[in-house]
């Protein structure tokens, strides 16, 4: 039987992070397990023109940079770190794959082969395998099914359950021949439509809406069905590198506002007057928020769109009218309806990171996956004692309402308090390629003045979230 010392189910980003980690910095044997041809997960399935919404400075794996620290000069992200396409982000993770893990002769990777979960339970009702566990996974290609003892620990990195439009039908209906498909389907369009109408208000649909914009469709021929309106992180303020400063002093001005704030609704009025949170329509309270970044440049783009349509999900379309929660609206045969409705990034149920001889993959720093999962493997490497690395990986679920942005502001807070206060876990940090927020240069005596004086702000800011987290819970439990 083939022995291991970690199984890792899913090569998606995640997946790729943590195996990254563990060969760094241990000298285990890992097999990596997934479904897919290729690794990169969802990045293989998302739509021709998908980016990266944060720098490609901080993505994929902690030994390997993604992209070459440009900063671009044209569209709508000029200025500002580059941004990976799709297609890179592939081409990033497979040469990982290729030229880094396998080479090492630790890895083993069985594409196009179906995690088996039954094989987890029957092996512990069994009990006969005192060096580790047995789980077994099925080739999707040719049917084989391959046994492994997994002599340390078998690792989930599937939990997060990405989903994007490609995988799964739409939860509406669609009468026969309705003009319909996923947003990926734009990239492929062979005749224009009269008009465009993009359903989902999500970062999903705001790209929809920007890809249609920069190919000269005029604003009025499209509608945009926004269920809810999100909050976004103004992109300009969270940049690696040359640009330290300016997302060091957005993380002081966070605590400022969280500081000198009088209530939740105050607190947005200030984090919105700082520059911090973006909304599309002045006229609208977002009551959404999923760590979507944007720029103004972008912002301004989007507010071309005249028709933005609030009256909540769509339930079903026909040639003429669109059915929706709370009203209908005309349509039209030769009308193209894009599809960005998937939940990318459901919130799961929170479990352990670690527990026994498993390790379920989460979000550990607020919307920073692969960052994630690089420091649950340092974890791992690092820490014997499960509390201690539970202590360490406190998990961060997906915001998703706006008030989200308080609770994993909160959450982030007291996981960086256990962080700092470890001076080994501090350094490694400062070292990690992912962790976007460490500064490769000494900040200006400016900069340090600046910080000190925050420190002022910190402990009421922080007592200022548990208050507001507090309010929230109080809110929920007498719904
Ligand atoms: C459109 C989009 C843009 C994003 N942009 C950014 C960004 O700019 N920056 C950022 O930090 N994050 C971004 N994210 C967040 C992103 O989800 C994560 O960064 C990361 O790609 C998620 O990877 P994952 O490994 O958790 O999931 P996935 O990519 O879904 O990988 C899971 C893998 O597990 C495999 N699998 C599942 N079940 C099984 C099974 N039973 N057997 C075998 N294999 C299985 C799947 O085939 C898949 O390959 C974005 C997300 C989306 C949807």
């Known amino acids: 039987m083939k022995e291991t010392d970690y199984l890792v189910i899913g090569a998606g980003a995640m997946g790729m992070a943590f195996t990254d980690v563990i060969l760094d910095e241990t000298d285990a044997t890992v097999t990596l397990v997934d479904r897919a041809n290729r690794p990169g997960g969802h990045w293989n399935v998302a739509y021709p023109f998908v980016r990266l919404h944060q720098p490609s400075a901080f993505y994929g ?59 987890i339970a029957a092996d512990s009702a069994q009990s006969e395998h005192p060096g580790g566990q047995v789980v077994s996974f099925t080739s999707t290609v040719s049917g084989e099914t391959t046994e492994v003892l997994v002599r340390r620990k078998l690792v989930d990195a599937t939990y997060m359950n990405v989903t994007v439009p490609a995988q799964r039908p739409p939860a509406y209906e669609l009468a026969g021949g309705v003009r319909h498909g996923p947003v990926n389907d734009l990239a492929s369009l062979t005749e224009p439509a009269d008009h465009y109408t993009v359903i989902g208000a999500g970062k999903t649909g705001a790209d929809a809406c920007l890809f249609l914009l920069r190919n000269g469709v005029d604003s009025d021929d499209i509608t945009w069905i926004a269920p809810r309106d999100s909050w976004f992180l103004d992109r300009a303020r969270i940049q690696p590198g040359q640009f330290f400063e300016t997302t060091a002093t957005t993380f002081i001005d966070q605590f400022r506002c969280v500081a000198e704030s009088t209530s939740i609704p105050d607190l947005f009025e200030r984090l919105e007057r700082a520059g911090i949170l973006l909304r599309l329509d002045d006229d609208v309270e977002p009551t ?138 501090t350094a490694w940090l400062a070292a990690a390629r992912l962790d976007g927020f460490s500064s490769s240069k ?38």
């Open 442 to 479: 000494p900040p200006s005596d400016e900069l340090v003045e600046v910080m000190l004086g925050a420190l002022d702000y910190a402990e009421p800011a922080l007592a200022k979230l548990e208050q507001y987290v507090a309010e929230l819970d109080a809110d929920s439990g007498s719904d």
């Open 288 to 425: 959404m928020y999923r760590c979507s970044t944007i720029t103004t440049d972008e912002r301004n783009q989007l507010r071309r769109i005249n028709h933005i349509v609030r009256l909540g999900r769509v339930r079903g379309i026909g040639l003429d009218e669109m059915v929706l929660d709370e009203g209908v609206i005309p349509t039209t045969p030769n009308s193209f309806h894009v599809d960005c409705t998937a939940d990318g990034l459901r919130r799961r149920p929170t479990v352990p990171v670690f527990d026994g001889n498993c390790l379920t993959l989460q979000t550990v720093r607020s919307c920073q996956q692969v960052f994630s999962a690089a420091f649950i493997a340092h974890v791992e490497a690092a820490y014997g004692d499960a509390d201690c690395q539970n202590t360490l990986c406190g998990v961060i679920p997906h915001p998703n309402a706006a008030t989200d942005w308080i609770r994993t502001s909160y959450s982030n807070s007291l996981n960086s308090a256990h962080w700092n206060a470890d001076p080994a876990l």
């Open 61 to 119: 794996v902690n030994s390997r940079p993604l992209g070459s620290d440009r900063i671009d000069t044209d569209g709508w992200n000029a200025g500002l770190y580059e941004l990976a396409s799709g297609a890179e982000v592939v081409a990033y993770f497979d040469q990982v794959m290729h030229q880094q893990f396998i080479p090492s002769g630790r890895v083993t990777y069985f594409p196009m082969h179906e995690f088996d979960p039954a094989s």
